[in-house]
């Protein structure tokens, strides 16, 4: 028997019964609001996480790598969004996937390349499957619900030999600076609006448009009606973190994702250990310090799991090592050199891309499995 304590840190622990739970409470979500789940795995990035996932009334998924979606078509997976802007010189490659089974819908917000993409599918005589990205209010890609061009793209896409247009989608990226659940709740309406409005002007331009897909995971949670939505795309719920937790999507308790690492240092004069989870095992990513209770690069866990009391944080990270300030009554002698904590990621998207597997326990420290995950582009 394998367990916590045996495994070379640092390393990817994934309690499966909290990634359950965390499952069934989106699609609890998702029944009430009567649409469909699509979940991201852009974060799993794992078959076995993918299956469990796709359970019940889930349907296709989302990926943002076209590595993703080769991994998940090899492994049988047959409905794919691409979530991120198609540009022309990868249109052979999401052909080439398909060729398994799979269909891989497209997006973008360019008449341009949505010609381009037209033009690529006459020439290897296949149809590519496209949809138009609207911005809902995060500013970083897509069109404006009412822009002109939303009309003469789907035009385009719907009469192209090349072509079938698949819908529309949006994304409330900017969700993530609401503080509060009424916030959420309002940037969800306008990430529904937007995407729906979208769609009726489309279908009043007499194109069909099948498919009205929106997502993040606090709106997909906490939306209090998604009337004219089909699908919901969500990731890091699965998983949580803990910039998540204080936003409100989870709890702590809901994590199913640390960092195991081991003490391999004291400065008892300055009153720190040191752990050898540093920037590339942790991430740098510091989003908590924008939220009440700033956790630094990672809340502290003990091997069971439950956060420590009183509550510690890594405070600094280099490449290779964290550094952890021991707060009284505790104090560097209580950690030897040689014990392993566990450490709750900021942002669990960025901290898990670092590692090729999970080590899955069942809520003890027993690893019952071991799940590959992929990585690349």
């Known amino acids: 028997m394998t367990t916590l304590a045996d495994l070379s840190t640092p390393c990817l622990v994934l309690d499966r019964p909290r990634l359950v739970d965390n499952l069934a409470r989106m699609s609890a979500a998702c029944r009430r609001n009567r649409v469909a789940l699509r979940p991201h795995l852009k974060t799993a990035k794992s078959i076995d996480v993918a299956r469990i996932a796709l359970a019940g009334e889930a349907g296709g998924i989302a990926v943002s790598t076209l590595h993703e979606a080769e991994y998940f078509a090899s492994a049988g997976l047959t409905d794919i969004q691409y979530a991120v802007s198609i540009v022309p010189d990868k249109l052979a490659r999401v052909a080439a996937i398909e060729t398994r089974g799979a269909r891989v819908t497209l997006i973008t917000d360019a008449i341009e390349v949505a010609e381009a993409i037209n033009a690529e599918g006459e020439r290897l005589a296949h149809k590519f499957h496209v949809q138009i990205e609207i911005d809902?209010?995060?500013?970083?890609?897509?069109?404006?619900?009412?822009?002109?061009?939303?009309?003469?793209?789907?035009?385009l896409l719907a009469a192209g030999t090349g072509t079938a247009f698949a819908g529309v989608m949006t994304h409330a990226g900017h969700s993530y600076a609401c503080r509060s659940l009424v916030d959420v709740e309002r940037v969800a309406e306008i990430e529904r609006s937007a995407a729906v409005a979208a769609a009726e002007a489309i279908r009043a331009a007499g194109i069909r448009c099948p498919t009205v897909s929106i997502g993040s995971t606090p709106t997909a949670l906490h939306a209090g009606h998604l009337e004219g939505v089909t699908e919901v795309r969500a990731g890091v719920y699965m998983f949580g973190d803990m910039f998540q937790a204080q936003i409100g999507s989870c709890g702590v308790e809901d994590l199913a994702v640390s960092v195991l690492a081991e003490v391999i240092g004291h400065r008892s004069d300055l009153g720190h250990i040191l752990i050898d989870a540093g920037a590339l095992a942790l991430s740098k990513d510091r989003s908590t310090e924008a939220v009440?209770?700033?956790v630094g690069f990672g809340l502290i866990?003990?091997?069971?799991?439950?956060?420590?009391?009183?509550?510690m944080r890594v405070a600094r990270v280099y490449q290779e090592h964290g550094l952890i300030?021991?707060?009284?009554?505790?104090?560097?002698?209580?950690?030897?050199?040689?014990?392993?904590?566990?450490?709750?990621?900021?942002?669990?998207?960025?901290?898990?891309?670092?590692?090729?597997?999970?080590?899955?326990?069942?809520?003890?420290?027993e690893v019952t499995e071991i799940w590959a995950r992929t990585n690349g582009w």
């Not at 950690?335 to 809520?363: E, Q, W």
């Open 136 to 155: 809902c209010g995060e500013r970083r890609s897509g069109l404006a619900p009412g822009a002109p061009e939303v009309i003469a793209i789907a035009r």
């Open 325 to 365: 300030p021991v707060p009284a009554p505790l104090t560097v002698s209580d950690f030897p050199i040689g014990t392993k904590l566990r450490v709750y990621p900021n942002h669990v998207c960025m901290t898990a891309a670092m590692y090729p597997s999970y080590n899955v326990v069942d809520g003890g420290h």
């Open 292 to 294: 009440p209770n700033d």
């Open 301 to 311: 866990a003990a091997l069971d799991g439950k956060p420590l009391s009183p509550q």
